[in-house]
Nanobody
Framework: QVQLIESGGGTVQPGDSLRLSCVPSGRTISRLTVGWFRQVPGKEREFVATRKWNDASTHYADSVKGRFTISRDNARNTMYLQMANLQPEDTAVYYC???????????????????WGQGTQVTVSA
């Protein structure tokens, strides 16, 4: 069983940057596709970014493209989400996720991921 532990959330002002980290326990993530999702109360969990393990390709939601960067450090067994130019609409609980066997058409689908973190709150407010 893999447990993912996120950290790095907090409250920032519009235009600020923040980096989220996700560390798995119980398994290395080197052969897993990793992703980030976010959720606000009353809405479905929303895809943010993903990075495949086999070709290192990355995919982003249009709303974060050019501002967020997903990365992974296999040596540290850690994945990151670097967020720049944060805006109030980025406020949400952010979840890291990991999975195996994902095909391209399922990369943006939350249900396709096998493992999830507990979430970390990101609040962007003036």
């Amino acid at each position: 069983q893999v447990q993912l532990i996120e950290s790095g959330g907090g409250t920032v002002q519009p235009g600020d940057s923040l980096r989220l980290s996700c560390v798995p326990s119980g398994r290395t993530i080197s052969r897993l596709t990793v992703g980030w999702f976010r959720q606000v109360p009353g809405k479905e969990r929303e895809f943010v970014a993903t990075r495949k393990w086999n070709d290192a390709s990355t995919h982003y939601a249009d709303s974060v493209k050019g501002r967020f960067t997903i990365s992974r450090d296999n040596a540290r067994n850690t994945m990151y989400l670097q967020m720049a130019n944060l805006q109030p609409e980025d406020t949400a609980v952010y979840y890291c996720a990991a999975g195996s066997g994902l095909i391209t058409s399922s990369l943006r689908v939350a249900a396709a991921y096998n493992y999830w973190g507990q979430g970390t709150q990101v609040t962007v407010s003036a």
